[in-house]
């Protein structure tokens, strides 16, 4: 019996070590409320606590959070839009 060409074996090699990586298993996620929490201000930010829009420095602190929860698709792209249009108006 005669061995397969050598970019053949190569190929079927990798494949076979792609295919037993991924069979490896994770832990289990934590869904506890304070993990959700945690996980929520990482994407959300908290520079808008405080804030109230009436200096440059609250308009950024704001545009922070507004870009995280974009970002983090948790506003739609029509509400991400109202917002950049109504930051671009803001003096």
Not at 12 to 29: D, E, I, K
Not at 36 to 50: D, K
Not at 59 to 79: K, S
């Amino acid at each position: 019996m005669t061995l397969p060409p050598l970019p053949t074996r190569l190929v079927f090699s990798a494949a076979f070590a792609l295919m037993a990586a991924g069979c490896g298993t994770s832990p289990p996620a934590d869904a506890a409320r304070p993990t959700l929490a945690r996980s929520a201000r990482a994407i959300v930010g908290t520079s808008l606590i405080g804030a109230r829009g009436a200096t440059p420095a609250d308009q950024e602190a704001i545009d922070a959070t507004a870009a995280g929860l974009c970002g983090a698709a948790v506003w739609t792209r029509a509400e991400c839009r109202k917002h950049q249009q109504a930051a671009a108006v803001a003096p």
